[in-house]
């Protein structure tokens, strides 16, 4: 079963609207709205809660003491029992995990041991970079895996073309399965080393961005790509598109109007796990090109036992990644009702 909704009529409607076609806007704001918005606010509490769980059992769960990791093995006694008062590990557990959520509900993060900041201005500070990776990235991604994977869809249509069929399907598993930093490391010998076109590192130009965007882009618009040429040919198999074939419709209004608002269902769903992925792959990808985002700044704090900035940056992150998956729920509701649950479909 295709992950997009069956269309059974076929021909078209009584309004001239073909049975598949998705028609934004035709559903009240109630209703299923209603029951999914209680249920997104129900998970995005559950999992907001085991984030902050998960954040503040980073220091507990360390092995070892931390306060004598941070202090150094040749520290006194009396220097560890300080830190330990500054970290708050010589209070009870559930004490500490109180004060970390009120802090957090104050919108206070912590103070970065190494520069003495508070966490918050280290994560603002960081941010901006990621998001100026993540994001384009995202968008290249949907610029090349939609159309590539329609028109592949398209051509191989009905079994046509069976070597464009295979070598699509190779070549896309191969480079959706490439790790960020191959890609990344093979980027940066190319056309940052024999070619000397774009910079190897660094954020200093907004050339800079390229490469890491490229290195980030790769895996997932391929992997993108294999997933709408398997819907572009669920969707090309039903009634209501072979009834718009044999009326001669144009191609651009049969695959554009017709087929592709029923591609965006499955795809902006995979589009937002790509995204949360694409926020955890930066961390990898901000390190190979020395670029000062949080992946950066998360690596650091851990080499320096940073572990204030070690939660606030793993908070942020996650908390980025639920209002991501968060929004493209909403997209997907307003695009098509028909995937709120519960809910009748619009007519």
Do not use: C, K
């Amino acid at each position: 079963m295709s992950a997009l909704t069956t269309v059974s009529a076929a021909g078209a409607a009584p309004d001239g609207r073909t049975p598949g076609h998705v028609v934004p806007g035709r559903r009240r704001l109630g209703g299923g709205w209603l029951g999914f918005a209680v249920r997104r606010l129900g998970g995005l509490l559950l999992a907001g809660t085991v984030l902050v769980v998960t954040t503040f059992l980073i220091v507990p769960l360390i092995p070892g003491d931390p306060a004598r990791a941070i202090a150094g093995t040749n520290a006194s006694p009396a220097a560890v029992a300080a830190i330990r008062a500054r970290l708050g590990l010589d209070e009870p557990l559930g004490q500490r995990f109180l004060d970390y959520v009120t802090g957090l509900l104050s919108g206070d993060l912590g103070t970065s041991f190494r520069f003495g900041t508070p966490v918050g201005e280290v994560v603002t500070s960081r941010l901006p970079y990621t998001a100026q990776l993540a994001l384009p990235a995202i968008v290249v991604v949907l610029l090349v895996a939609v159309p590539l994977g329609m028109t592949v869809g398209v051509l191989t249509r009905g079994g046509r073309r069976r070597w464009l069929d295979v070598g699509f399907g190779t070549l896309a598993g191969l480079l959706a399965s490439l790790p960020a930093y191959v890609a990344a490391t093979g980027l940066i010998v190319v056309f940052a080393i024999a070619l000397d076109l774009l910079p190897p590192g660094g954020a200093e130009t907004a050339s800079s961005s390229v490469l890491p965007i490229a290195a980030l882009a790769i895996g997932p618009a391929f992997a993108v790509a294999r997933v709408v040429r398997q819907e572009t040919a669920s969707v090309l198999d039903q009634d209501y598109l072979r009834t718009a074939r044999g009326r001669r419709l144009p191609a651009h209004r049969l695959y554009l109007r017709h087929a592709l608002p029923n591609l965006l269902t499955s795809v902006l769903t995979l589009t937002g796990l790509v995204l949360t992925s694409l926020l955890g792959g930066t961390v990898i990808i901000e390190n190979v090109f020395s670029y000062p985002g949080l992946g950066t700044a998360v690596v650091e704090a851990i080499v320096y036992r940073d572990y204030p900035v070690i939660q606030g940056v793993i908070l942020s992150v996650g908390a980025l990644a639920l209002v991501v998956n968060l929004l493209v729920d909403v997209v997907l509701g307003l695009i098509d009702p028909r995937t709120l649950e519960g809910a009748p479909d619009a007519s």
